[in-house]
């Protein structure tokens, strides 16, 4: 995904936010702990919204908890990796 520096500087004042720090990351990282636990057990001991759901699906919410937890800070860091390339390049080619 691609992001132009607008939605970066969103993205950054987001994750420094306290909703995300206090409310959203550790809501998400227990849910994703909670799913982990649910997959541990067998079919039958699962309970609450695990109770009647196959491994995969179990597993497919995992990965997606997880891809939030980390996708953001990842985009930010390969902004930023790209626009020093292309800061270097400018330099280079413009020398």
Same mark, same amino acid.
């Given at each position: !995904?691609?992001? $132009?520096?607008?939605?970066?500087?969103?993205?950054?004042?987001?994750?420094?936010?306290?909703?995300? $720090?206090?409310? !959203?990351?550790?809501?998400?990282?227990?849910?994703?702990?909670?799913?982990?636990?649910?997959?541990?057990?067998?079919?039958?001991?699962?309970?609450?919204?695990?109770?009647?759901?196959?491994?995969?699906?179990?597993?497919?919410?995992?990965?997606?908890?997880?891809?939030?937890?980390?996708?953001?800070?990842?985009?930010?860091?390969?902004?930023?990796? $790209?626009?020093?390339?292309?800061?270097?390049?400018?330099?280079?080619?413009?020398?």
């Amino acid at each position: !995904m691609a992001l $132009n520096e607008e939605q970066v500087g969103k993205i950054r004042n987001l994750l420094a936010s306290s909703g995300w $720090n206090d409310v !959203m990351k550790p809501v998400i990282a227990t849910k994703a702990h909670n799913a982990i636990k649910a997959l541990v057990l067998n079919p039958a001991e699962r309970t609450g919204e695990y109770k009647d759901r196959d491994d995969a699906s179990i597993r497919s919410d995992i990965k997606v908890l997880e891809w939030v937890l980390s996708c953001w800070q990842n985009e930010i860091s390969v902004f930023e990796h $790209n626009k020093r390339l292309e800061e270097l390049d400018a330099q280079t080619n413009g020398a």
